[in-house]
Each structure stands twice: as C-alpha cells, then as structure tokens.
Nanobody
Framework: QVQLVESGGGLVQPGGSLRLSCATS????????IGWFRQAPGKEREGVSC????????YYADSVKGRFTISRDNAQNTVYLQMNSLQPEDTAVYYCARLTSYYCSGSPQYWGQGTQVTVSS
C-alpha cells in the first residue's frame, strides 16, 4: 500500500525556517520522482519543487528558488523540503506526491494528507 505522510509544518514568523518531511512506504523511493505542492486558501494547488530519481535533478518554482531546498534520503524513505526566509505568501497546505515517472515531468499519482504551514507575525 502506497503511503506518503507529511510532517514538519507549523506557525513561523516571517524570515523563519521550517523543514518538511515526506515519509514514504509501499514502494521503492529510489525509483520514483517526488514533488512538493502547496495550496493556499482560495487558490489552486501549485507545484513548489521536485526531485528526480534518476540523478537527483531538482526543480523549483520561481517563487521559492533560492529559499527552498529539496532533498531525499532513500535509505530512510524520506524526502525533505527545507524552507528558509519564509514569507506570508508561503502560507499554504503543503503536500508531497509520488510522480508517475523517474523524472519530474511525470504527473502526481499518490498524495499525502498535507501539512499546514502558516507564516505570520
């Protein structure tokens, strides 16, 4: 049974940092790409970052480039999203998803339940 479980969200002040974790099970993490997505209230879900399985190539949305870092630990079956210099516009529910491919060009196939990130003073 494929499962993805996000954790690490919370309330943080502007300029602060959080590290999200996506614990996976039911499949071999090394063989698939994983993406992080977010959905703010009243907005559509958007892609934030992705890491491929083939060569750990990473991708970032322009809005988070230089502030967020995605990484993976295949031995721990976990993907991380380090978020620095957080701003109020980063407030959203963050989801991780297993993609349908080794590459970040794949589509989301399985989703986690999400973790809330709130950036506010």
């Amino acid at each position: 049974q494929v499962q993805l479980v996000e954790s690490g969200g919370g309330l943080v002040q502007p300029g602060g940092s959080l590290r999200l974790s996506c614990a996976t099970s039911g499949f071999t993490l090394a063989y698939v790409a994983i993406g992080w997505f977010r959905q703010a209230p009243g907005k559509e879900r958007e892609g934030v970052s992705c890491i491929s399985s083939s060569d750990d190539t990473t991708y970032y949305a322009d809005s988070v480039k230089g502030r967020f870092t995605i990484s993976r630990d295949n031995a721990q079956n976990t993907v991380y999203l380090q978020m620095n210099s957080l701003q109020p516009e980063d407030t959203a529910v963050y989801y991780c998803a297993r993609l349908t491919s080794y590459y970040c060009s794949g589509s989301p196939q399985y989703w986690g339940q999400g973790t809330q990130v709130t950036v506010s003073s």
